[in-house]
């Protein structure tokens, strides 16, 4: 009596990560088992490529899996339907993609504890894909970032 409960959590984002996009009024996403290096990158601009026709304007950060040699090699083989503007180093603000970020961990799931990693890959695909239902949640992050008008 009188002892607060102590919760165990074992995982965490380092055990998973997820890219993402925003596309107007959708949200495209992958989660992968550990960090996400260059192969992961380039199968999500394929995946992008099935889901979005036409041409993509890609809007990133300067992080090293974005401006590593396969990410080049492969976007210079889409001959122009990829292009890529990278955003200033070190200005999160400016990327609406990490206001939904922001929201999935300090909104969807803030309180999770699980203790398998498959648990919370399978609740942060539920959270995400109840984010992509609702487009003033992504018209939200468009307006949060003071890149966008």
Known sequence: ?????????????KSLS???ALALWRCLFQIHKGSI???????????????????????????PIHRSRLVA?????????????RL????????PVEYL??????HQIANLIVR???????EATAALRRMRRRPSIISAC???ATLWP
């Open 1 to 13: 009596m009188g002892q607060t409960p102590v919760l165990q959590e074992t995982f965490n984002w």
């Open 18 to 20: 997820v890219i993402g």
């Open 116 to 122: 398998e990693c498959w648990q919370l890959s399978m």
């Open 37 to 63: 290096k260059s192969a992961q990158v380039v199968e999500f601009l394929k995946h992008l490529q099935r889901h979005i026709p036409g041409k993509l304007l890609i809007i990133w950060d300067g992080a």
């Open 73 to 85: 090699q492969y976007i210079a083989s889409t001959r122009g339907r990829v292009l890529v503007e």
């Open 101 to 106: 970020w922001g929201h999935l961990k300090c």
């Open 142 to 144: 468009y307006s949060q």
């Open 88 to 95: 200033p180093a070190y200005a999160p603000e400016l990327n």
